[in-house]
């Protein structure tokens, strides 16, 4: 064979990309099992079979990285130049800032005389991580960039980057590689000379056909190709990634679980609390709620490979994207799609199986537990403040971590919860988190506390702050007075539409705005007209909400809670507080089986002491059904007198 060293000279005529592409033809397929093979950095040297196909080169060498820091390539590369071998190198300089060593790489091989180009614009990075061995039809492509620690372990199985390499002379990957750095080498949009070039830039190769199991961004979303392979795959999924932010693939791996596909996942600790990238977090807690098995690097080094194995599909994808949005249409990214008709039943076993080994290696990968926000941070109102208006706005920053707030406000130095669950403000830095407080009473002390919550629901509480409104304060038990102006007789029975007067958060906490029912009181407090027997109940009640009552207790003793309650679904739970002391622990809401399907519940052994009370009934927990159910009266009968 004849081979012409100007054949990738920056300014080649056609002529010779002519005589290259008859050249590429004359080599011929060569045996996959002698050519094409998977390394695993985790006990494998990778680095050497790279730098044997670099030494061993005699045509052309194509190079493309994010970023290099490992001087062993550089000198390889400029000693193959020295010798007369084409070398073409794409780089990205906006990776230097990251890693500086990049910068002394690239201009090594710059002042070597190698030709070179940049991207420079553009949406999105080059996040190629590549090489083409011209002469030997050889590819070298993987999710691993170029620094002394990726390609070979520290200490096999103790301190090592997980990453996979892909060694192979496939025609159809090394045509589509060739196609694709063409593309970018002539680009004048998003790429400009970095150095050693004095002509126009022109292909080398012939406009090869990329093949239809390569994937390479942004010609093609990245995401959305993947998300219709998993959510064909009916059997298990299997991934190992770097870093998720893309709703996409998050969303598809919970649906996967929903319908019955287990998928294990293996993910980079450090991305988990990446300040500089703070929706990772979400996205992982996401998975973890959603079923996903998770599990998280345990060794000293990196989790950094891209893989996903579907094993019902027989399929491997395999490549440079993370699960972002910029990976996924807008860096400049390869990917790999192997499913079965592409012949090599080998490749996915070698992923299958490498997954396996680190899934059950219970020393260097470890379940994944999910870690709680960052205390909020309050601004206003200032603790301890007074002269408040009637409504006030609670301000706080909540850290990089929280999604999720409960709002706990009140009469009470324990303030109850007033909202649940509330998904306000941002995680992004410098966003400051509010809500406000209407219709708040004068002349009285307020205490709030807020908790942050992950979206797997873990919790960090603020501390608890007090302000005082301007005014004087009503008169009544806890702010409030009672319905009618006088307070209902214990033992006796209290209408739940006769809470006491005072307005919200003092006489009730309602979480949404105006009278569902639209009767009997204007307040917000829900209440409705029964369908059957005259009257009202209280209904559309929400774990958070409350309302008070105050009573005259005829005796000192021990006294009987009934309740009249309508419920759909199980598990909502209320409490009773007797002048702000809790008297009964959780009660649990029966399912009647209709909301106006009433039934009486009993809960004994509530002390009551002589004279005016006020009796809080609090709604804790949601039912299966939507609510805390629906309640029509509460009625108090004393039992024998004692000393509480």
């Known amino acids: 064979m004849i081979r ?43 680095r050497a079979p790279l730098i044997d196909l670099i030494r061993n080169e005699r045509i052309g060498i194509d190079v493309a990285f994010w970023y290099m820091q490992d001087s062993r390539y550089v000198t390889e590369l400029i ?48 996040h190629f991580k590549f090489m083409v061995f011209h002469g030997q039809n050889m590819l070298e492509f993987s999710k691993a960039n170029y620094g002394p620690f990726a390609f070979v372990p520290l200490q096999p199985n103790v301190s090592y980057d997980d990453e996979a390499v892909f060694f192979t002379n496939d025609d159809r990957l090394t ?59 009916s059997q298990r999924i299997d991934a190992i990634v770097f870093r998720d932010y893309d709703d996409r693939h998050t969303k598809a791996m919970v649906r996967a679980v929903a319908r019955g596909v287990p998928v294990r996942l293996i993910t980079e600790p450090g991305e988990y609390r990446n300040p500089l990238r703070v929706l990772a977090a979400e996205h992982i807690d996401r998975m973890f709620m959603g079923g996903v098995q998770l599990k998280v690097r345990n060794h000293s080094g990196l989790t950094h490979e891209a893989s996903v194995v579907m094993h019902g599909l027989g399929e491997v994808i395999f490549g440079s994207s993370n699960w972002t949005p910029g990976s996924a249409i807008l860096s400049d ?25 680190k899934w059950s290696d219970a020393v260097n990968y470890v379940p994944f537990q999910p870690l709680p926000p960052d205390a909020p941070s309050y601004s206003t109102p200032i603790n301890g403040t007074s002269g408040a208006t009637g409504n006030v706005t609670l301000t706080w920053e909540g850290g990089p971590w929280a999604h999720f707030y409960d709002i706990y406000l009140g009469t009470s130095s324990t303030p109850p919860l007033l909202a649940a669950n509330l998904q306000i403000g941002s995680p992004q830095p410098g966003v400051v988190e509010t809500f406000t407080v209407s219709n708040l009473q004068p002349g009285t002390t307020y ?42 007789a214990v033992p006796g029975t209290l209408q739940a539409e006769d809470f006491d007067e005072g307005g919200p958060l003092v006489a009730y906490s309602d979480t949404t705005g105006g009278n569902k029912g639209g009767v009997y009181r204007l307040t917000d407090v829900d209440i409705a007209a029964a369908a059957t027997g005259g009257g009202y109940y209280i209904g559309w009640v929400r774990a958070g909400e409350w309302l008070k009552y105050t009573v005259a207790v005829a005796s000192t003793g021990m006294h009987t809670l009934e309740t009249c309650v309508a419920n759909i679904g199980t598990g909502a739970t209320f409490h009773v507080e007797v002048d702000g002391v809790d008297r009964t622990g959780p009660i649990l809401v029966p399912d009647t089986g209709g909301w106006e399907t009433w039934q009486t519940i009993t809960t004994t052994g509530i002390p009551l002491t002589a004279g005016r009370r006020v009796i809080r009934i609090v709604f804790d927990r949601v039912s299966s059904g939507g609510g805390v159910g629906n309640y029509n009266w509460f009625r108090i009968v004393g039992s024998a007198s004692s000393t509480p």
């Open 79 to 126: 000693r193959r130049h020295t010798a007369g071998v084409p070398v073409r190198i794409l780089v990205d300089q906006r990776a230097n800032p990251k890693y500086p060593n990049n910068e002394a790489m690239i201009t090594a091989l710059r002042d070597a005389g190698i030709p070179m180009r940049e991207k420079f614009a553009g949406p999105d990075i080059m």
């Open 447 to 488: 205490y709030w506390r807020i908790v942050a919550k992950t979206w797997a629901q873990v919790t960090g509480s603020g501390s608890t702050w007090s302000f005082t409104t301007a005014g004087s304060a009503p008169q009544g038990g806890g702010g409030s007075t009672p319905f009618g102006g006088t307070p209902a």
């Open 4 to 46: 012409s060293r100007t054949l990738l000279n920056s300014t080649t005529e056609p002529v010779r990309a002519l005589t290259f592409a008859a050249m590429l033809l004359s080599v011929g397929p060569l045996g996959a099992e002698a050519q094409e093979r998977l390394c695993d950095t985790k006990f494998e040297d990778c």
């Open 175 to 233: 045509n589509s590689f060739r196609r694709r750095f063409d593309d970018r080498w002539v680009d004048t949009f998003e790429y400009r000379n970095f150095g050693n070039i004095t002509g126009p830039v022109v292909r080398q190769y012939p406009m090869f056909p990329i093949d239809p199991s390569m994937n390479f961004p942004p010609l093609e979303d990245f995401a959305d190709r993947a998300v219709s392979r998993y959510d064909r795959e």
């Open 333 to 357: 990214e390869h990917n790999y799609f192997y499913d079965p008709s592409l012949g090599k039943p080998w490749f996915f076993q070698w992923f299958a199986d490498q997954f396996n080994r």
